[in-house]
């Protein structure tokens, strides 16, 4: 037995806590016996002296014990996880899960909904008329039996743990530690049971790591982690200093994803998916080098099975599949507003604040200020105009989809998220660096 506050002076006088203090800890905080303000000092003093690698294994692990893990075993072949780090208009799992479940890969795949600036997959699905996410334990294991892919809400409690202490990191300055993201990151990911896991690391403006040097730092830890209990993971870094394609919003994400599947997506998002899906089949060791993955990604493409999948997922989960062929059966926007470039001058887009795309949206009802909040599928922003692109006067910049909720304050969130120059720009890289 320990007392806290020896934990916590420990900590904040830079000592290191051993495994067996930081499970006293957790699941001291699960079961109530540790309150709330105690945890908070403790995280501040893990936030100035960051916890070193052991630490964070103990903590991953203790976090991951604190509630259900989830068996896969009755899936046969090889089960990849993909995780993003959180983007704005972040719609690959729609694209790459279809892809490699073509290739042969077994995708189960528990989602998020959307918080904050950020979109979820769980509620773009649910964007699509019928499309249920709440799928039982046995028949989730069917589906992926039988077609190989399936994307569904959380059902079991898991990480516990995670949920309580990642809920007071947020009300108290300690979610930027790459420890403390590291280990809610991959409790969650080993808690879902997957052989291997692909995790899309974000950077930028619009992300948590704000810089490649930070991310670096976050991928190379949670790879780590995944090695030591025989999970294979690959950490890609991507761009976030602008919206990940076109469309932010949720049926307006959904219908770029099944573009992106018929070969018509916006360039980045497309090089992204094709990018992470290589990965997904180098790490299920069905492609033996990038090459070869990558052949098998474009004809999966080409030849239109990865719609197909999708198609077939979207029909085993009571949604209509009939979207793929007829947007018009995504419930509408009332209204559609273009913002319009008005400068005499030709000018280029040399930056657009992804973080205040999100919130546009967000104001207009495509995500959630709070948990409790409902969403508006049919609402968003599609940008005509990315970093690189020249504009020219009476040029539309963005499209925003409405239903009269805060369409003024978005506009104007909207026309200022772009930054313009006088001088060419260039379009920004959209891999930065691969983790294995
Ligand atoms: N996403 C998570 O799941 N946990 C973190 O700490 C940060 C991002």
Known sequence: MYRVVDLITKKRDGERLTKDEINFIINGYVDGSIPDYQVSALLMAIYYNPLDDNEIWALTDAMLKSGEQIDLSKITGIKVDKHSTGGVGDKTSLVIGPIVAAAGVKIAKMSGRGLGHT????????????????ID?????????????????????ITPADKKLYALRDVTATVDSIGL?????????LASGADHIVLDVKVGSGAFMKNLEEATTLAETMVKIGKNVGRETVAVMTDMEQ????????????????????????KDFTELCKVLASEILLIAKIAKDVKEAETIVDDIIRSGKGLEKLKEMISYQHGNPEVINDYSLFKQASEEIELIYLDEEDAYVDHIDALMIGEAAMNLGAGRATKEDVVDHSVGIVLHKKVGDKVSKNDSLATIYANDL???????????????????????????????
């Open 406 to 436: 805060g369409v003024e304050v978005a506009s104007n969130m909207v026309m200022e998220a772009y930054q313009m120059s006088k001088k060419p720009t260039s379009t920004p890289k959209v891999i930065l660096k691969i983790v294995r």
């Open 119 to 134: 979109g979820g997959t769980l509620d773009k699905l649910e964007s699509i008329p019928g499309c249920t996410i709440e």
């Open 137 to 157: 334990g046995k028949d989730f294991i069917k589906q992926v039996n039988e077609i190989g892919l399936a994307i569904i809400g959380q059902t079991a409690n």
């Open 181 to 189: 993201i590291a280990s809610s990151i991959m409790s969650k990911k």
């Open 243 to 266: 919206p990940l394609g076109n469309a932010v919003g949720n049926s307006l994400e959904v219908i770029e994803a099944i573009e992106t599947l018929k070969g018509n997506g916006p």
